[in-house]
């Protein structure tokens, strides 16, 4: 029997999972995300061209593999369209060999309202939003008020949308958010409306499937199928830094109940994380730093978020979280990205432990907003060289090959393949 492969990320977002798909894909029939929605944003370079995707599977650019939106996943049509129609543009065909589950959840205009009110009233205390409507959705969705892709057809479905919507504005004017002045994508509300309903005929015309089912027949019949995963571990909604987390979960157990697959259906799982750590938005980040090391990560590293364009916040690895991280995930192997930003660095640090009053923590900690805690940190050598002109592993300077070992023994897993820039090409297998 076929199972599901497995690619998440291990720290909190942004770690570089549309690149390694995308990497991936040629060895599989199936590409299929399993949750998130538009606050997602997976970069993939190549042949000089950049492309950076929302909701679309990342195994989009390969015309011979499927690609799946899982029933797990948000979908604002308007933002799908604005993916596809790039994409077109792009001189591709996407809507070709892409599939979409009839049980994903929609992402209505009111929602991205409504989040934005509930970002603005929290004030100081925001969460650090992508003001994309993700939380009001999964609330509505667990709240059983949510509408689903497989609802478009149906002839009540302008009466439940406008039903929806008169409860959200009724939220809306209750926090006091005057929206006549906030834009949506550079759109008035009125405008946006008009456009996602448009994208709601659109959508219509898109290949609805019943994924559960689509997927484990497709495992019958001997195909391949990799599972690609959003944001990261840290933010999973019942493990991650909460309540600085996104809301769904992040983790190898949402593939089960993102895509409808048996635990016993789960293959490899492949744990993708940064060669130091990033964090956008709010809460806590542990090794995070405020000196020209972190400026000098963040301008290396490009760290801008793909989809808020804000700068993320940069510090050196957290071995402690990584660790967490793959026990929850029961990771197999792991992937080690933009270690050629660790280039200039002569020395580097890595978080060994936490601390809490000079002792070491035994275990993770419940709440790492606790301003007691303190990294612990080795210092190691730097390559202090660049990384081009390496094609394999036996080209890469001793100083990262210890680097390497030294994760793999704290963490007790392979680092089987190193990214060492953002072209697809630019990735070795160890």
Known sequence: MMKVDVILGLQWGDEGKGKIVDVFTPKYDIIARFQGGPNAGHTIIFGGRKFVLHTIPSGIFHRETLNVIGNGVIIDPFILFKELDSLRNAGMEPEENLLVSRRAHLILPTHRLLDAALES??????????????????????????????????????????????????????????YSSHLFDGLTFDAYEAKWFESIQRLKGLKIIDSETFLNESLDQGKSVLAEGA?????????????????????????????????????????????????????????????SDGEKLRAGGNEFGSTTGRPRRCGWLDLPALKYSVMLNGVDSLIMMKADVLNPFPAIKICTNYQSDGLNLPGFPFDLSDEKIQPEYKEMKGWDTTLDGCTSVNDIPEALAEYIRFVENEVGLPVDTVSIGPDRLQTLQR
């Open 121 to 178: 009233e929290k004030g100081t205390s925001k969460i650090g939003s992508t003001l994309k409507g993700i939380g009001p959705t999964y609330t509505d969705k667990y709240g059983r008020n949510g509408l689903r892709v497989g609802n478009v057809s149906e002839h009540s479905f302008n009466l439940r949308y406008e039903q929806l919507k008169a409860t959200h504005l009724e939220a809306v004017r209750h926090l006091g958010f005057d």
């Open 231 to 291: 944001q990261g571990t840290m933010l999973d909604v019942d493990f991650g830094s909460y309540p600085f987390v996104t809301s769904s979960n992040t983790i190898t157990a949402g593939v089960c109940s993102g895509l409808g697959i048996s635990p016993r259906k789960i293959g490899k799982i492949y744990g993708i994380f940064k060669a130091y750590c990033t964090r956008v938005g709010s809460g806590p980040f542990p090794t995070e730093l405020f000196d």
